[in-house]
């Protein structure tokens, strides 16, 4: 798939078959997310968690009390520096977020956005503890991959947002 497809066909997956993904598939997401625009190259103030244990996943799902996970085999979490500016670390943690879900759909797999571990994940902080989140990192959003459990049909390139122009 070229890059201008991945970009306009990904779709957002909420199903996922319990297949587990392969080193080298994690390895492709991991490098996107490593390759994403950071402010100020300040990659310090950014840090990954990458989830694949089921008994953690499960734990994480039921304490957001609704299945946001979807049967996926993988949540990474994205941490920003406490003390470090809202804005980018927002900022930053968009754009690590849309590398990977761009890497993920471009070698076959499904994502979804995971608002819920910056909204709600927090308020547990000893899971925030055993999920190895340094203590100077709050979970900022995160983001779920695995195998879609059925066909995902293709987003259709539409201009749905709204753009004024001056030249
Ligand atoms: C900031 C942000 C938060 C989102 N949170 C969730 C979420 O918590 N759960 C979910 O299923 N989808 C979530 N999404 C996915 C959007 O609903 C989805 O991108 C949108 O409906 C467009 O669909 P598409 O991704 O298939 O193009 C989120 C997307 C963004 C950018």
């Known amino acids: 798939m070229n890059t201008q497809e991945a970009i306009t066909t990904r779709r957002s997956v909420r199903g996922y078959t319990p297949e587990e993904l392969t080193e ?69 943690a968009g754009c690590i977020i849309e590398n990977i879900q761009i890497s993920a759909w471009d070698i076959g797999l499904g994502s979804v956005f995971n608002w819920a571990a910056g909204k709600i994940l927090p308020k547990n902080e000893v899971l925030v503890m055993e999920l190895g989140i340094p203590d100077d990192f709050k979970p900022l959003c995160g983001v779920v991959i695995g195998h879609p459990a059925k066909e995902v049909s293709k987003r259709e390139l539409k201009a749905v947002l709204e753009t004024n122009y001056i030249r």
């Open 24 to 92: 080298s598939e994690l390895n492709t997401i991991l490098n996107a997310a490593y390759s994403s625009p950071i402010a100020g190259a300040r990659y310090k103030t950014m840090h990954l968690t990458v989830i694949q244990n089921k008994d953690v996943l499960q734990k994480i799902s039921s304490f957001y009390k609704a299945d946001m996970l979807f049967g996926a085999p993988a949540l990474i979490i994205v941490s920003g520096q406490k003390d470090f500016d809202d804005t980018a670390l927002f900022a930053n």
